[in-house]
């Protein structure tokens, strides 16, 4: 069955689309949903065959890690063993989405985390994302919306059919976001090292 465009923006965000949402991703099913920066696909990112089945949707390699979404720096903490101090500075300092992949994560499925013992995580402050990543009261995964190699879709419109079809549920909401573009990603590793990897 095709799923439906998303309707058009709201004051409120109605509670039963947050439901919804989050009906899908206790179930371990995979959602497409707008995201702090772009359409993103997204599941629990506590279960292994959860992500397992967005590498299979996305057709990309496992070695290409995928964002985990928190929505706190409570629940940032609760994943990563030691959030390094520069970190939470940067943290509390930045106002745009920003990715910081951290050394030594924990609790999170073993298949999000890189070989180096790291995992890509982003503090959002969408009100959506905040709001099922509360319901689910776990972290979910922010990957674009297309399959390894193509271009970041910036508008609906831009999903390949084909990807929609094979995603469990569509967040019937349009992007909030003002400027549509993948968030800034650096590294801060617990030895000082820092390291710009998408501006």
Known sequence: MAKKKPQEPQLEIPRAIIQDAVTHLKR????????????????DATNYDAVENLF?????DASKKMIVLVD????LDQYIE??????????????KPLTIVFDRPKGVAENLIASD?????????????RAIIRGLRKPIVAT????QGQPTPVHYDDI????????????DLPLAAKNIKPSAIMKISNNGIVKIIRK
């Not at 706190?72 to 629940?75: D, E, T």
């Open 82 to 95: 030691e959030v390094p101090e520069m970190a939470w500075e940067v943290l509390k300092l930045n106002k």
């Open 28 to 43: 371990g099913e995979s959602i497409l949903y707008p995201t702090d920066t772009v359409y993103g696909l997204g599941c």
């Open 117 to 129: 013992n790291s995992l890509a995580v982003r503090v959002t402050n969408d009100p959506l994302c």
């Open 160 to 171: 390949e059919p084909s990807l929609i079809e094979k995603i469990d549920h569509v967040v």
């Open 72 to 75: 706190s720096f409570q629940m």
């Open 144 to 147: 674009s919306a297309n399959y």
């Open 56 to 60: 299979s949707i996305k057709q990309r």
